[in-house]
Structures are given as structure tokens and as C-alpha cells.
């Protein structure tokens, strides 16, 4: 269950609510070991130090008073921020792109110290409360006040962040980087010359025996290939996926089926059913499709007549022409797994070049096919990607096949003869990449 469980420990660190969690139990800790500190080192009787102590505890508790107020009233201001910017990303670029801000590590720290700092104040607030009038707990004041300081800087680092962040540029850029890592992680391997085709299974397998059926509809966010192996060996089944990670599937749809004869008995169905994670949506961390598909809306609305924003459009394709570029030149992983012994026990679903190619243009282009700029655009995007398949004549002529549809398309489409005589010489250095 090793990559579900990083899968799992991924989510639980990417939550809005894990380093707040963090901080706010560093805060509590904190109190405890200074407060001990104080009470070893008796600081109340150093003069070199007065500049920095409180005079009596009635001033260090006005002091914490203002400190825990203030913290947890920005607190507030900042995730009231939060939700304005969530709700302007959700209109403006789609709902699906919330999760990138909701997953901001700065966000989360600036939101964590602050909590953390509220949570500080009181409870140093109380152990002086507690302590009587003798003891004024100097180094936790100090330490407070220090805190306090931190959080300002803090504050205003978030403004500028925040404002950044929002900007269109930003969030391609940040799926861009989604959709690259993904591309490393799926397909690590660069190709020189393209391969020949795998031979396909034996006939034998054809045969299903038994099938893994999922229990719930959602989308595949994970699936463990590494525990499946392991199952497959130890009970001697040759398993077939039908299922790829973000795919959605039905209550009672087929997602494994055992295609050697065997009948593996319930509780081996059981684990082989929970090397699969279904959930409420789809994730980029074994779905290349999911980044591309958040690049293609991004583009899509911009197009759209109420915003209007062609060139926001045109920064999307230059994005999507580059990882393409990537995923072009990587070799696709075999979908037949083997065990040590070279003996078939998992055949797998793999992405196509193809459609990974239709769904990063075909879409942009159904929505900006009427507008010059977009139609160049996106022809000398599949230009960059066919120049860079010298070697690779089948994925090659995928790509002018797809560029010829689309020219048709435009041509069929667009009003003016002027644009239809621009496109044409851009096609034309598509045809001899």
C-alpha cells in the first residue's frame, strides 16, 4: 500500500488545515518550555535586562490581552481574504482551480502563525493568572511580543503574496508546473526512436474469472500498482485494469478483472478492491489529463463572450504547446507488468498520445476557431510539437492529422477571407515541420 499511503500523506499535507494544526501545537508547546524557563532562570531579577521585562503582572497581562486580540481579529481578516479570493478565482477561472489556492503552503503558514500566536498569548495569559503576582513569566512576555512582531511582517508578506497569486499569469503557471511534474512522475523515461508495437497478450487470457466491482461512483484519484503486483504473485492471478486514474466510474462498474482462471477467495477481492482510491474528484498526482483539463478551461472562459479575453487564451496554448512538447519526446510505460520471474501478472489501461493531444486543443479551438489569433496560435503550437518528432513518424502524423481538422474547421468557420489567408501560410509551415 506504499503509494496510496504517500497518495494519503500527500493530501494530508497539501490541507489547508495541517500546518495551521502544526503551528498552533508548536504554540502550545512553546508555552510549556518557556514558562519552565522562567521559572529556572528568574529574569525578574536582572537589571541589564529591564529594558526588556514588564514591570508588574498586571502590565504583562494588558500586554498578552492586546496581542491575542489583535492576532485573532487579522486572523479573521485573513481568512475573510481567503474567501473573497476563492470566490473570484471560482467565477473568474473556474471552480476546479480553487483547490490551488486552498493548497497555498504560504497562505497556510501565515495562517498557522497567526493562529498559533492567538493560542500563545492566552495560555500565557492564564499561567500568569494562575502564578500569583510574584511570578511575571518575562521570557514568555518577550518571547510574545517577539511573535507579534513576526506576525506584522507576516501580514504584510500575505498582502503581497495574495496579490500575486491572483493574477492570471500565476495560476497557469502553477498548473503548468502541476501538469510538468506530473509528466516526470508518469513518464520519466526520454525517447530516442519510437518503439515497436507490444505484442499483445495471449488468448488465453481473455478469459475473465472473476471481477473487482467498484461500490460507489467517483473518480479513480490512485491506483496501487505496486500492492497489485505483490497480490498478483502471491495468489498466482494475471489481472487486468480497467480503469485508468482519473476516470469516472459507476456503482457496479468493472474496475479489475482476473483473466487467468483463477477465483481468488473474498478477502483477496477485498484487498485488491483497496488498491484502488475512489474519491469526490480527480487529482494530478497519477492523472495527466486532470492539469491539461484545468489549462483547457482556463482557456475556454477566456474565450467566452463575457470575459472575452483572447490573450489569456493565447498564454494558455503557449503553456499546453510546451508540456506537450515534453510528453511528446517521453516513452509510454509498457502496460504489461511483470513479476520477477518474467511471467505476465498485470495488464494495465495507458494514456494515448492522441487523446492527451485532442484534449489540450480540441476544446480551445472549438470556442476560438472564429478568432485568427487563436487559430494561428494554436497551429503554430502543433507546428513546435511536430518539429520535435523527427523520429517518430506515427505520433508525427497523429499531430498533422489533428492540424488538418482543425484548418478545416477554421475554414469552414471564419467570415473574412482576410483571416482564412492568414492562417493559411501558418498551416502551410505546419505541413513541412
Not at 498557522?112 to 521570557?139: E, M, P, R
Not at 491506483?223 to 495468489?235: K, P, T
Not at 463575457?306 to 509498457?334: M, V
Request: with cysteine.
Amino acid at each position: 500500500m506504499n503509494s496510496l499511503l504517500k497518495f494519503l500523506q500527500q493530501k494530508i499535507l497539501q490541507s489547508f488545515w495541517f500546518i495551521p494544526a502544526v503551528f498552533s501545537l508548536l504554540a502550545l508547546f512553546a508555552t510549556s518550555i518557556l514558562n519552565w524557563l522562567d521559572s529556572y532562570l528568574g529574569l525578574d531579577s536582572v537589571p541589564a535586562l529591564s529594558w526588556a521585562l514588564t514591570s508588574s503582572p498586571e502590565g504583562a497581562r494588558s500586554l498578552l490581552s492586546t496581542i491575542a486580540g489583535s492576532a485573532i481579529t487579522v486572523l479573521g481578516v485573513i481568512l475573510s481574504t481567503m474567501v473573497v479570493v476563492l470566490t473570484l478565482a471560482s467565477q473568474q477561472y473556474g471552480p476546479r482551480l480553487v483547490r490551488n489556492f486552498i493548497e497555498d503552503r504560504p497562505s497556510q503558514v501565515v495562517t498557522g502563525c497567526f493562529a498559533g500566536c492567538f493560542i500563545y498569548s492566552v495560555v500565557t495569559l492564564k499561567s500568569i493568572s494562575a502564578s500569583g503576582s510574584d511570578n511575571q513569566l518575562q521570557l514568555s512576555v518577550f518571547c510574545a511580543v517577539l511573535f507579534a512582531l513576526a506576525c506584522i511582517g507576516l501580514l504584510i508578506y500575505f498582502v503581497h503574496h495574495v496579490s500575486s497569486e491572483i493574477q492570471v499569469q500565476s495560476i497557469i503557471r502553477r498548473v503548468y508546473q502541476d501538469l510538468s511534474q506530473s509528466i516526470d512522475g508518469l513518464f520519466p523515461e526520454g525517447l530516442g526512436q519510437e518503439p515497436e508495437d507490444e505484442a499483445e497478450p495471449d488468448a488465453d487470457l481473455n478469459e475473465v474469472s472473476a471481477t473487482i466491482q467498484s461500490d460507489r461512483a467517483g473518480y479513480i484519484q490512485s491506483i496501487d500498482e505496486e500492492e497489485l503486483l505483490r497480490l498478483a504473485v502471491s495468489e498466482d492471478l494475471v489481472l487486468k485494469l480497467a480503469v485508468l486514474p482519473g476516470d469516472f466510474v459507476l456503482e457496479d462498474a468493472a474496475l479489475i478483472e482476473v483473466v487467468n482462471g483463477k477465483q481468488p477467495g473474498e478477502e483477496i477481492q477485498r484487498q485488491l478492491y483497496r488498491c484502488l482510491l475512489i474519491g469526490t474528484f480527480p487529482t494530478a498526482a497519477q492523472d495527466v489529463r486532470y492539469p491539461i483539463r484545468l489549462l483547457e478551461e482556463i482557456a475556454v472562459r477566456a474565450l467566452s463572450p463575457g470575459i472575452n479575453d483572447p490573450h489569456t487564451a493565447a498564454e494558455c496554448l503557449d503553456y499546453l504547446t510546451s508540456s506537450i512538447r515534453q510528453l511528446a519526446g517521453r516513452k509510454w510505460p509498457s502496460v504489461q507488468r511483470m513479476d520477477d520471474d518474467g511471467q505476465l501478472r498485470i495488464v494495465a489501461k495507458a494514456f494515448q498520445f492522441d487523446s492527451l493531444l485532442r484534449q489540450a486543443y480540441q476544446q480551445i479551438h472549438h470556442y476560438g476557431r472564429n478568432d485568427v489569433t487563436i487559430v494561428c496560435k494554436l497551429l503554430g503550437g502543433l507546428r513546435e510539437v511536430a518539429e520535435c518528432l523527427g523520429q517518430q513518424p506515427r505520433r508525427k502524423a497523429e499531430v498533422l492529422d489533428f492540424a488538418r481538422e482543425l484548418h478545416r474547421k477554421s475554414q469552414e468557420t471564419m467570415v473574412s477571407d482576410d483571416d482564412r489567408k492568414k492562417v493559411s501560410p501558418v498551416m502551410e509551415a505546419l505541413e513541412s515541420a
